[in-house]
């Protein structure tokens, strides 16, 4: 997980944004481990599917809360127009994530805006 990510989630006492959070880590990581190896075995695909799954069904509740957030994001200088997490969700194979830079770079956007989330819901 990434760990800016873990260490907001032990402060977020709301179960269903530590679930979205967690949902939306699973399917980054099964993002880049495909885009790096350059393939995908029907085992991946499979993993990539049902973590994207798992992680479209939590966002529609944080869709709102997330959108002030990724919209103060930027790639390379350049304000985010579109949402990064529609975005990615919309990949609906794994295999349009194979050499698909434009995919990646709504990455960080999308990690950046949860982060914000998550640091705005933590409970002191």
Not at 45 to 72: M, N, Q
Request: proline share 6%; glycine share 4%; with cysteine.
């Amino acid at each position: 997980m990434n760990p800016v990510t873990r260490s907001l989630l032990e402060r977020v006492a709301d179960p269903d944004l530590a679930d979205f959070a967690m949902a939306w880590d699973a399917l980054e990581e099964r993002v880049v481990a495909i885009y790096r190896s350059g393939a995908c075995s029907s085992a991946e695909a499979e993993a990539f599917e049902h973590a994207r799954d798992a992680a479209a069904a939590l966002y529609r509740r944080w869709a709102g809360a997330l959108a002030p957030h990724w919209r103060d994001t930027s790639i390379d200088g350049a304000p985010v127009e579109e949402d990064p997490f529609v975005r990615i969700l919309g990949a609906d194979q794994a295999g349009k994530v194979i050499g698909n830079w434009p995919l990646m770079r709504t990455l960080p956007p999308a990690r950046e805006a949860l982060n914000h989330l998550l640091l705005e819901q933590a409970v002191e």
